[in-house]
């Protein structure tokens, strides 16, 4: 009588290797605020800081309105302009209107980058009011 173990070995095997999750490859990331362009623009540019790589610059705020919670999206690119690398960096402090605000993110080295502004809420002045 054959021994069934080396079956047993197999057929296990094949259940682990369905049961395993497959590697999905990751989502490019989008701004979370559709249109953000109309309010805002971004000007940047790279540098060298305690020996890493950053890209520094402005988000510019021009509507009316404050913002806070405000985030950037980097993205790292290589010389056909596909997507290498993504960071998302919250931006300190509230943006006023018609005014612009400070960001760096450390970044990894690509042929380029682009910044766009990923997601912000818009801060009502009333509620900051206390009664």
Do not use: C
């Amino acid at each position: 009588m054959r021994s069934l173990r080396p079956f047993r070995q197999l057929a296990l095997g094949a259940l682990l290797l369905l049961a395993t999750p497959g590697v999905a490859p990751a989502r490019e990331l989008q701004p979370l605020m559709h249109g953000w362009e109309q309010h805002f623009s971004v000007t940047w540019d790279t540098r060298q800081r305690h020996g890493r790589l950053e890209v520094e610059g402005y988000v510019h705020n021009r509507s009316p309105y404050r913002v806070g919670n405000l985030r950037v999206l980097v993205d790292s690119l290589d010389s056909a302009g596909r997507i290498v690398d993504q960071r998302v960096s919250w931006v300190m402090g509230d943006l006023g209107g018609d005014s612009r605000i400070y960001f760096d993110v450390p970044v990894t080295p690509a042929d380029h980058y682009r910044v766009r502004v990923f997601s912000y809420d818009r801060v009502d002045e009333a509620s900051m009011k206390f009664p």
